[in-house]
């Protein structure tokens, strides 16, 4: 933020409030889907949104310097998608396990926690200094959590849910 978009510190606060509005609308979003649609379909737009952010960001990077102006609008509409996907594949995960669903949630948890550590230690600093390397890096990365669920749903059909949540209302 502060030495690719020349932030101050005491500006940071635009790239948190982008962000932040994006997850509250896709939580808000996911909330009104949920049972409505397919679990499956949900998470299909949440990363059909993320990969169209993803490659834009790319495409921006390398065609435009860097401005905090436009910037930030695909990271927040990332986050949009992300966060519409989310709570169903922490429910997918915990209803995998339905008896043991604190020790499911408890490992998501670790999982999550090791995989923030790995990109704030190891892979950021490798990126850091240029925002194509930034934005090459996250469209890698949403593309490995694709490929990941694509992988589950081919060779672990059980582990993704295929009907709409019983009792909900129709859509």
């Known amino acids: 933020l502060g030495d690719i978009l020349e932030l101050a510190p005491t500006e940071f ?15 808000m979003l996911s909330g009104r889907l949920a049972g409505r649609i397919l679990p499956r379909r949900q998470i299909h737009r949440g990363f059909a949104i993320m990969f169209v952010c993803s490659v ?7 065609l435009f310097p860097p401005d905090v102006r436009w910037a930030l609008i695909p990271i927040g509409l990332f986050a949009f998608g992300w966060a ?11 209803d995998l396990y339905p008896e043991r669903r604190g020790l499911a949630s408890s490992l998501q948890a670790v999982i999550g926690s090791l995989s923030n550590a790995i990109v704030a ?37 059980e582990a993704t ?3 709409p949540t019983p009792g909900a209302p129709p859509p």
């Open 121 to 157: 230690g190891l892979i950021a600093p490798l990126v850091m200094l240029s925002a194509p390397q930034l934005a090459l890096t996250s469209l890698v990365m949403m593309a490995v959590g694709l490929l990941a669920w694509l992988y589950l749903r081919r060779f672990h059909p």
């Open 84 to 94: 519409l996907m989310m709570p169903v594949v922490t429910l997918l995960v915990l």
């Open 56 to 62: 834009a960001n790319v495409i921006a990077n390398l």
């Open 161 to 163: 849910l295929t009907q």
């Open 13 to 27: 606060f635009w790239f948190f409030l982008v962000t932040i509005s994006g997850i509250m609308a896709g939580a």
